[in-house]
């Protein structure tokens, strides 16, 4: 089936099979479509129909916003209506076509196995998957999983610095409360599920050829990307040349029992990189031992603990921000209004 997009800067088209959305028709053909969470949230994959017809996977998506208007469709939860002809759909964009040069992978869907999990706190779990053959992808990058009996795909962002080519993809995932995803992840039978993955997506990426300091804000599963784009940093040696700073957001320490990744980061950065770990509840309440001298624990929200690390020191930084909705826009109103980093160096992913 062929659909046609219009951007603000020309036009693509691609075909879609019957089980995929837009969104992953499109990204597979190599038509870089407007996208981020790419599981109905967010809204930046909305289009709009200007003739043809599609099947809305999620009539009530959080990104058709509050009044939903006729002709709507979000990329990400829609799939062509297998009855109408071809060249019938045609959709205009709010956003443009990316032109940059193809990725690394183009992404696709593939089955994989879970082959382990690890608890790293209350509500936090590290799962690793093996792909049934593997893939490229860079540190920064995401997945939508797809899970049998759930409807939709979920976003979980890689753990793991890349490698050349793997088979082995490596979450870690918040627990939602209610959420159907999350719930199986947490599943005590959960080993040798079998999952559908379709990537690698996203473009909160890391860039070692231009990128100057870092500084990594996150909270819940953000927690993935901070492991992939610090740890990537660390294994390119950017750190012997670059600042970089590390702030995880939690409510309380249980919420996260292992700090071990980040301390070797710590030690393997040859000194340029420091990690703090933002306690929303009091310090008084920390287990003795809980956190290693190389771990820095402030109180406070995330945001409020990198006003206080980074004072004066935004200059020449790229911003990787990533966590829940409040989270992100806090931290992201601070970048813009105090430390004065352009639109380009804020880099974010929101997890709903």
Not at 249 to 273: C, N, Q, W, Y
Not at 303 to 327: C, I, S
Request: glycine share 12%.
């Amino acid at each position: 089936m062929q659909i046609k997009v219009i951007g603000r800067n020309g036009s693509a088209s691609f075909r879609a099979e019957g089980n995929e959305t837009l969104l992953e028709a499109a990204l597979r053909s190599g038509v870089d479509v407007p996208y981020n969470c790419a599981s109905g949230s967010c809204g930046i994959c909305k289009a709009h129909i200007i003739s043809g017809e599609v099947t809305k996977l999620w009539q009530d998506a959080p990104g058709y916003g509050t009044k939903q208007k006729v002709g709507d469709a979000l990329l990400c939860q829609c799939a062509a209506k297998e009855s109408i002809e071809a060249d019938d759909l045609v959709l205009s964009l709010s956003g443009a076509i990316s032109q940059n040069s193809a990725p690394a992978t183009r992404p696709e869907r593939i089955p994989a196995t879970i082959v382990r999990t690890d608890v790293l706190g209350e509500g936090m779990l590290e799962v690793e998957l093996e792909l049934d053959r593997p893939i490229r992808y860079v540190a920064g990058q995401f997945g939508l999983f797809y899970f049998p009996g759930i409807v939709g795909g979920r976003a979980f962002s890689f753990a793991a610095p890349p490698t050349a080519e793997s088979r082995s993809i490596v979450l870690v995932v918040k627990r939602k409360p209610e959420g159907p995803a999350t719930t199986r992840l947490f599943a005590p039978d959960l080993i040798g599920s079998r999952v559908e993955m379709f990537g690698p997506l996203g473009h909160t990426t890391f860039e070692p050829h231009r990128d100057g300091h870092l500084l990594c804000v996150v909270g819940g599963s953000g927690v993935s990307l901070a492991l992939a784009i610090m740890g990537a940093a660390v294994a390119a040696g950017h750190f012997r040349t670059h600042r970089g700073t590390l702030i995880i957001g939690i409510r309380h320490a249980g919420d996260l029992t292992d700090l071990a990744p980040f301390v070797e980061m710590v030690k393997a950065s040859g000194g340029g990189l420091r990690v703090v770990v933002a306690l929303s509840d009091n310090l008084d309440n920390l287990p003795p031992d809980w956190a290693p001298a190389q771990i820095a624990v402030e109180t406070g929200f995330a945001h409020e603990v990198m006003r206080k690390v980074m004072e004066g020191e935004y200059t020449g930084h790229v911003a990787y921000v990533a966590g829940p909705p409040p989270m992100v826009q806090a931290v992201q109103r601070i970048l813009v209004l105090e430390g004065k980093l352009p639109g380009q160096d804020i880099r974010s992913d929101t997890f709903y």
